[in-house]
């Protein structure tokens, strides 16, 4: 199937591009064809995300949503920042903080919801969206005339393969969808972005990327509990002063209170379990107050870029770009990036249309590439580029000070100060090793405010078939007995939010053995970024499987 742009993933910057393409041909009288590719069952379904959303970039792509019926109805009315301690918190005055991180004219929302509207708007304009479809395969251009690696198109829609990569009575090969330019749009560490920016070194110039996990939770509470425009965040307890993370807490909508806790990847004890720690999180009375006599009614967890500024990779290769969080555009600070996602999807879409009508195919966009770098999305992930490093370098408490001093600084005086810290070592190099670090006793689940990983998953709707090859591979099947559980406690069996690894032993306790429960997996990436060995690869599961995340 041939178009001029395909769009792999339908999350909020592969929608924001094809919604821009075809507003761009509407006005000029012209046509231009638009698929996008969507692994979950609809569109929304995958999206996790806080969120307390900046409409910069919506008032850009549709002036008019309000009057349209974009799901932001909830405005942030009280913003809140929290240190916790194990049994109180004092809170930070909000003029501490620099402008940027502040939330006035934000709203709270479901980013999914938002997502789905989105969909319904590209549709109304002609675009072909296409929910249930992976693209699990690159395809390339090697013709000498190419220059060879040109991207051309992706592979979509595979079907009926069994667990032993042989197919069955329901096999379909899937379909070539090529694209004059093709947009690599699927979030967070994505299959085909990692192949791509492999082949074409796009990373080189960067600073490896930081991420972290986000988990996050939707709870029904109470009318008398319901405080609509509540947007609340904490750092500290549970975690260390070491150890990156922190809350939010976000009211909105039909009662509905957004729990979630982040953590970022680069903690180095490898018995940290960031579900657990999350689940004890919701005990300290300053959250459990909001959350007693409530409904936990979904469940679902996510890594974050959060390397911004610095690990950027280069934006376009020969046939297309990388969009959104397959390139990282978070702004830590601010807890937001969809605003940062959506603006970079109609930059790319503003240089595909262009180059479209020039009569142009299968080269670099670089215009995306310069036009990003003149954008606000640029100078917003400038102004914040050492927040990061302050905090991996010196901690909570320190580098949160001199992060905050940075911050306020441009802020002040319109000037970035003139140092870039650097990231160092990727989230997996950071992880050391058990004998450095004491086992962390996490308390039992009480049911009410805490639970365990299996009903957490049950409620996230994850399903995958059954007899489809397992998307989590191992590159060498002996390093999780032989090396990581000697050397490290085997961490993938708590840094995964979903009881997908499991380390398992004879009845008299001998024997161990690694087991991959595939179809656990919340899709959230973790063990992918996070495994000391690098030995864990996640690999694009058949369509419509995974979670599926309602009001999330």
Known sequence: MEYDVVIVGGGPAGLSAAIRLKQRAENDGKEITVAVLEKSAEVGGHILSGAVIDPKALNELFPDWKERGAPLETPVTEDRFMILGPAGQASLPMALLPPMMHNEGCYIASLGNLSRWLGEQAEALGVEVYPGMAASHVVWDETPESGGGRVKGVVAGVFGIDRHGKPTDDFQPGIELHGK??????GVRGSLAKTIMARHNLCDAADPQKF???????????????????????????????????????????????????????????????????????????????LEGGTRISYGARAITEGGFQSVPKLSFPG????????????????????????????????AYDAVQAGRSGDQLV???????????????????????????FGTSLGGALGLFDMWFSSAFRVNLPWTLKHGKTDAAS???????????????????????????????????EEQPAHLKLLDPSIPIRVNLPEYGEPARLYCP???????????GNNPRFQINAQNCVHCKTCDIKDPSQNIVWTTPEGGGGPNYPNM
């Open 367 to 393: 215009e995306y590439q310069i036009a990003y770098e003149k954008s606000w999305v640029y100078r917003e992930l400038k102004q914040v580029r050492n927040a990061k490093p302050y905090l991996s370098r």
């Open 320 to 351: 297309g770009v990388l969009i959104g969080c397959s390139a990282g555009f978070v702004n830590v600070p601010r807890i937001k990036g969809s605003h940062n996602a959506m603006k970079t999807g109609m930059l790319a879409a503003d240089a």
């Open 431 to 465: 992880t050391e090793k058990a004998a450095k670090h004491k086992p962390i006793a996490y308390p039992k689940p009480d049911g009410k405010l805490s639970f365990d990983k299996l009903s957490s998953v049950f409620i996230s709707n994850t399903n995958h078939a």
């Open 181 to 186: 330019y093709v947009f690599i749009a699927e």
């Open 212 to 290: 972290g996990i986000g988990l996050k939770e939707l709870w029904q509470v109470p009318a008398e509990k319901h405080r609509p425009g509540l947007a609340q965040h904490t750092t500290g307890w549970p975690l260390n002063e070491f150890t990156g993370g922190g809350s939010f807490m976000y009211h909105f909508g039909d009662r509905y209170v957004a729990i979630g806790y982040v953590v970022h990847l680069n903690y180095k004890n490898p018995f940290l379990s960031p579900f657990d720690e999350f689940q004890r999180f919701k005990h300290h009375p300053a959250i459990s107050e909001h």
């Open 498 to 508: 979903a009881g997908v690894y499991e380390v398992l032993y004879d009845e008299a």
